[in-house]
T-cell receptor, first 117, second 110 residues
Framework: DAGVIQSPRHEVTEMGQEVTLRCKPI?????LFWYRQTMMRGLELLIY????????DSGMPEDRFSAKMPNASFSTLKIQPSEPRDSAVYFC???????????????FGPGTRLTVL | DAKTTHPPSMDCAEGRAANLPCNHS???????VYWYRQIHSQGPQYIIH???NNETNEMASLIITEDRKSSTLILPHATLRDTAVYYC???????????FGGGTRLMVKP
């Protein structure tokens, strides 16, 4: 298995531009998570999906951020318009969620390093 | 979710056991203890988890005290590649959400 795949690995853009980050979860997994990591705030959960449905988006910082999961094998995180304070590493993770049973480990992708100038 | 406290950093000699402590005094009966680590410039990696019994896998051992208020992650023979930030997380499996704290930065030295 290739693991969780994220693209692009690096993105440099200018303030005001639209940014789209992409994620392909591990085949067979039914939960997908988007995290953001910065030096100041550490690793923060932005949103997660279960069976392609957004379950909790309380971590999404503001309306400029949106996430979609049109099918079980693809998700996007979009920032429009982007701002310099959005600069961070964005991780996607997936898991097979069985409910309150043993083994809900999440598998993380390599991340997308976003720089907004 | 119960909060955790842990040392911000630790050193360990290569080849020796690395013992990483974590306090979770407010843990409730249905909350699990999970450990992840993050090697520089990579995504976090799952290590091990447990509820109340000690657990061991190919990566590490997890020792949970009888009152479940603290735990220790043990890397039996630390290597340079084990240098990473280690996160102790307590949460309810049913919630399916992880809250990462500051972690313990482990430095394995030759």
């Amino acid at each position: 298995d290739a693991g969780v795949i994220q693209s692009p690995r690096h993105e440099v853009t200018e303030m005001g531009q639209e940014v789209t980050l992409r994620c392909k979860p591990i085949s067979g997994h039914n939960s997908l998570f988007w995290y953001r990591q910065t030096m100041m705030r550490g690793l923060e959960l932005l949103i997660y999906f279960n069976n392609n449905v957004p379950i909790d988006d309380s971590g999404m910082p503001e309306d400029r951020f949106s996430a979609k999961m049109p099918n079980a094998s693809f998700s996007t995180l979009k920032i429009q318009p982007s701002e310099p304070r959005d600069s961070a590493v964005y991780f996607c993770a997936s898991s097979f969620f069985r409910g309150a049973t043993w083994g809900n480990e999440q598998f993380f992708g390599p991340g997308t390093r976003l720089t907004v100038l | 979710d119960a909060k955790t406290t842990h040392p911000p950093s630790m050193d360990c000699a290569e080849g020796r056991a690395a013992n990483l402590p974590c306090n979770h005094s407010t843990i409730s009966g249905n909350e699990y203890v999970y450990w992840y680590r993050q090697i520089h410039s990579q995504g976090p990696q799952y290590i091990i988890h447990g509820l109340k019994n000690n657990e061991t896998n190919e990566m590490a051992s997890l020792i949970i005290t009888e009152d479940r208020k603290s735990s220790t992650l043990i890397l039996p023979h630390a290597t340079l590649r084990d240098t990473a930030v280690y996160y102790c997380i307590v949460y309810n499996n049913a919630g399916n959400m992880l809250t990462f704290g500051g972690g313990t930065r482990l430095m394995v030295k030759p």
